[in-house]
């Protein structure tokens, strides 16, 4: 059922045609379904591991804030019933960071793609990582810049064609676990999509984390990156993942550069402490206050 | 599945059976719940639904044991498992001599 | 609603234009400040970072301006009244949020202490170079509230009136200060705390499940939610319905974002304001703003000495412009003279609502021009003896240029 075209009143939301209601129905915005992502696209995988891993951890799904950029996985905060904001390109992390300083209760989780994130909002993850503020980020990396089209991401391997590359990648990729795990996250994971216990396992475990977690999901993109590269559909990537991917948990992260249709290595591979942002602030207030009376 | 022997608790086991339910319409025919099944219980079917995919039909009802992969690996949010109810006719373990 | 009476600092004391402006902001109840170090902006972080314990606010340093309002558009949708400062470079950085947030209608504070532009410019001198820019700086149609102060009395008072506007009309505020303002030192009065009225802002009160973040009220303005407190709204800054999902289709543009433009547009005569003196028998008039209304008042001043008729028109309001207000005086006075410290940007607005009634006079104002008033005396004289009306805007030369 199509979205109706109505600029005024609510869309009853489609009633299921089966009697019992869908487990996600309280966590997911039901009434905006069918999504736009294309067919065997991995985002919704990395949605459904989230809704299930906010449930596993037992969140307040009332204190718990999503925001994302521009893109295919910038959707994702339109179909979280959560307090979610769809903001501008790259700047998800900023605008969290906001959230989180200005009401330290909220729980912020920051879900966009690896264009948004790593690219454009390079420089807001890295300085988000560096302060460790108190917020999970989710980067579904499909490689690419799929929502425009297909263009070089800074995630798309060596020598992968894209359309803004038609005769190879010729810039080497960003290798996401090792940049967050540099700038100072407490908590790197990396997964695909077709790790999906696992990846729900480890986005509770992220999401009970304090400080600044990283989960990489490596999702496949039928669309763009799969059809330009001759890969097959997104099930021939799914197979792809379930022959060459490697689990090594704690592998040191300068190991895990993705090439084009290389192994893949995933886990665990940061979990660390460190004070975040909001412990340091509240404990610099208290000694200012001290010092003062 | 072959057993080497009939399991001797075999009687008072009672797997937990699910019953699939598929949001035709919000399929995209991705068949990633066909794939990897690990009962494979479902199956694609040869009708369209209103997007014109193809969607999914539960082709062995009663082998699903409600590991719930397809409904966490489904991207479309279009299928999910519940337990099936307890008064219907509970499902042992095949037995050695059922195998033979 | 009365402030807060923690953050006032009751009594009268010599404050420069940046630190009432951080004192202001307190006084309005502003308990977030996102920040990034910009030169003639320095001071109000730093006064608003040193009370900050005190009052009770937070602030963060973010990684350069387009976090910074992101950061304070994320912290005014947790229910804090949040603002941020920068300069001229700052603000070209901040206008993709401020776009942002005229879009999520996100209620925050943008202070511009205006250094001479373009491109790296002169970071501690004055300038009036950013106006046109508050206004149409960020892409797509939007209206926008920008006030101008010209002594830090009035940096305390406007900052409150800013808040004010935002909260009201939930949008994104500017306050246009110039580095002049910023580093000037004068008494400025700050009043008891319950002599500060503040608007508080519009919560929506009904049942969690109804609510629709961008149903709006009878004067345009929907009601606000905060995060955390179980409505699990949705809002986007792509064109949208009234339940904050993304529309695609033609009549977006006229749903969603006509009201933008309509609830400023609408209330134009509430939120404008002007201080006039001696327009009742002028002949000519000195539109100004900002710092430049200080020349202007004197100019006036000394012209009246020697007899000429001339009155004066202060924007306090310079977004919106008083449309109203400038086409009713044009057709009763010879001339208009602006004096600005840029190339021509105001004096634009004034010749297009003088409906080529009177002539427009513009003074091209150096940053010197604030001090000494010998130009606008001289385009004063020549606007007396000018006969005919002439087309478009009559520039004159400065020497304080």
């Known amino acids: ?3 109706q075209k109505t600029t005024t009143g609510v869309v009853k939301p489609e009633i299921p045609e089966a009697d019992v209601i869908h487990p996600m129905e309280n966590l997911l915005r039901m009434d905006r379904m069918p999504h736009i992502w294309c067919s065997s696209c991995g985002i919704g995988i990395a949605v459904t591991a989230f809704t299930a891993a906010l449930e596993k951890a037992k969140m307040d799904p009332n204190m718990v804030s999503i925001v994302s950029g521009i893109g295919c996985t910038g959707r994702v905060a339109g179909y979280v019933k959560l307090d979610s904001f769809h903001t501008t390109h790259g700047r998800p992390i900023a605008f969290g960071t906001g959230i989180r300083v200005a009401n330290p209760n909220i729980k912020v989780v920051v879900f966009s793609g690896d264009g948004d994130l790593i690219a454009i909002g390079g420089n807001h993850f890295i300085h988000a990582a560096r302060r460790n503020i108190d917020m999970l980020v989710v980067c579904v990396n499909n490689f690419i810049y799929a929502m425009t089209g297909g263009q070089v991401a800074p995630t798309t391997p060596l020598a992968a064609y894209a359309t803004t590359s038609p005769y190879g990648c010729v810039e080497p990729p960003f290798n996401i676990p090792y940049l967050a795990e540099s700038s100072g996250a407490v908590y790197v994971a990396r997964w695909t999509a077709l790790h999906v216990r696992r990846l729900t396992n480890s986005l509770a475990e992220a999401l009970q984390k304090k400080g600044f977690s990283v989960v990489e999901v490596i999702s496949p993109c039928a669309m763009y990156y799969s059809r330009i590269n001759r890969l097959g559909d997104g099930l021939d990537m799914m197979r792809f993942y379930h022959d060459n991917v490697e689990i090594r948990h704690g592998e040191d992260t300068k190991n895990l550069d993705i090439g084009f249709q290389t192994k893949i290595i995933c886990g665990k591979f940061v979990d660390r402490e460190r004070p975040t942002y909001m412990e340091r602030y509240s404990q610099w207030l208290t000694e200012v206050k001290g010092a003062k009376k | 599945m072959k057993l080497w022997r009939k399991p001797l608790d075999s009687d008072k086991i009672k797997i937990i059976r699910g019953e699939i339910h598929i949001i035709k319409d919000r399929c995209k025919g991705c068949s990633f719940c066909v794939e990897y099944c690990p009962k494979e219980v479902l199956e694609m079917s040869e009708e369209f639904n209103a997007k014109g995919y193809h969607p999914p039909y539960v082709k062995k009802p009663d082998d699903c044991v409600e590991c719930h992969l397809c409904e966490m690996l489904c991207p479309e949010f279009s299928i999910f498992v519940t337990v099936k109810k307890e008064d219907e006719k509970p499902v042992t373990v095949a037995s050695g001599e059922e195998q033979t | 609603m009365k402030t807060d009476p923690k953050g006032v600092l009751t009594g009268s004391h010599e404050l420069s234009g940046n630190h009432a402006c951080a004192e202001g902001a307190f006084a309005a109840g502003c308990r977030f400040l996102g920040c990034y170090p910009i030169v003639p902006a320095l001071e109000i972080s730093q006064r608003f970072l040193e009370r900050a314990p005190a009052v009770g606010a937070t602030f963060i340093q973010m990684e350069d301006e387009v976090s910074v309002l992101a950061a304070v558009l994320g912290a005014s949708w947790t229910g804090k009244r949040s603002m941020t400062v920068t300069s001229g470079p700052g603000l070209s950085l901040m206008m993709e949020h401020l776009g942002l947030g005229v879009m999520l209608e996100t209620p925050c504070v943008i202070v511009d202490v205006q250094m001479v532009g373009p491109g790296l410019g002169i970071p501690t001198r004055p300038s009036q170079g950013d106006m ?16 101008a102060p010209s002594s830090p009395q ?5 900052m409150i009136k800013a808040f004010n506007f935002s909260e009201r009309y939930r949008i ?10 910023a580093h000037l030192v004068e008494r400025v009065v700050i009043p008891p705390a319950d002599a500060i009225e503040l608007v508080p802002r519009r919560y929506y009160k009904g049942r969690k499940d109804n609510y629709l973040p961008f149903k709006r009220d009878k004067d345009f303005v929907p009601p606000m939610v905060d995060i955390g407190k179980g409505y699990r709204f949705h809002v986007t800054g792509l064109t949208h319905d009234n339940r904050g999902y993304p529309i695609m289709f033609e009549e977006c543009q006229e749903y ?3 009201p933008l433009v309509r609830k400023i547009r609408h209330f134009a005569d509430e939120i404008v304001e002007v201080q006039e003196s001696n327009l009742d028998d002028a002949e000519v008039i000195l539109v100004s703003y900002g710092a430049t209304s200080r020349a202007a008042r004197k100019a006036m001043e000394e012209a009246r000495k020697s007899g000429i008729k001339v009155g004066s028109l202060k924007l306090v309001t310079v977004w919106p412009f008083p449309e109203k207000r400038v086409a009713e005086l044009a057709k009763r006075v010879k001339a208009f003279v602006v004096p600005e410290m840029n190339f021509g940007q105001i004096v634009l607005e004034v010749e297009r609502c003088s409906y080529g009634a009177a002539n427009v006079f513009f003074i ?3 940053e010197k021009g604030v001090e000494y008033t010998e130009d606008i005396q001289a385009v004063i004289k020549r606007a007396v003896q000018e006969k005919n009306i002439k087309d478009g805007v009559i520039e004159c030369v400065s020497k304080g240029v």
Not at chain 3, 132 to 147: P, T
Not at chain 3, 154 to 158: C, G, L, V, Y
Not at chain 3, 172 to 181: G, I, K, L, T
Request: charged share 20%; aromatic share 12%; glycine share 8%.
């Open chain 1, 1 to 3: 059922m199509a979205e």
């Open chain 3, 132 to 147: 046109m820019q508050s206004r149409w700086g960020s892409h797509g149609d939007y209206e926008i509230v920008a006030l």
């Open chain 3, 154 to 158: 009035e940096m305390f008072d406007f």
């Open chain 3, 172 to 181: 994104p505020v500017a306050v246009m200060s110039d580095e002049y303002v």
């Open chain 3, 256 to 258: 969603n974002v006509h």
């Open chain 3, 364 to 366: 091209p104002h150096g």
